[in-house]
Nanobody
Framework: EVQLQASGGGWVQPGGSLRLSCATSGFTFNDYAIGWFRQAPGKEREGVSSICNNNGRIHIEDSVKGRFTISSDSSKNTVYLQMDYVKPEDTAVYYC??????????????????????WGRGTLVTVSS
């Protein structure tokens, strides 16, 4: 059974940092792409970033480019989202998702209404002073 669990959320001041983790199990990690998405209260889901573990391809949305970094640790079957210089508009529930199609995952981050095979529970990030 494919499982994904996002963690690491919490409260952080503007300009601060936070690292989210997406722990995975139930599939061959290196065959899958993992994406990060977020949904703020009252807003539509938004794609943030993705990484394809089979070829290392990384995509980062312009809204977080230069501030967020995605990385993958195959020894732990975990993908991370390092969030630096956070802003109040980064406040949202953050979710990770998995798909075995790299191009599809990248497309899903750009067009977040695109269906994906597997989703995990989210972790709340609150940015405020």
């Amino acid at each position: 059974e494919v499982q994904l669990q996002a963690s690491g959320g919490g409260w952080v001041q503007p300009g601060g940092s936070l690292r989210l983790s997406c722990a995975t199990s139930g599939f061959t990690f290196n065959d899958y792409a993992i994406g990060w998405f977020r949904q703020a209260p009252g807003k539509e889901r938004e794609g943030v970033s993705s990484i394809c573990n089979n070829n290392g391809r990384i995509h980062i949305e312009d809204s977080v480019k230069g501030r967020f970094t995605i990385s993958s640790d195959s020894s732990k079957n975990t993908v991370y989202l390092q969030m630096d210089y956070v802003k109040p508009e980064d406040t949202a529930v953050y979710y990770c998702a998995a798909d075995n199609r790299c191009h599809h995952m990248v497309h899903s981050v750009v067009v977040p209404t695109t269906p994906l095979n597997h989703w995990g529970r989210g972790t709340l990030v609150t940015v405020s002073s």
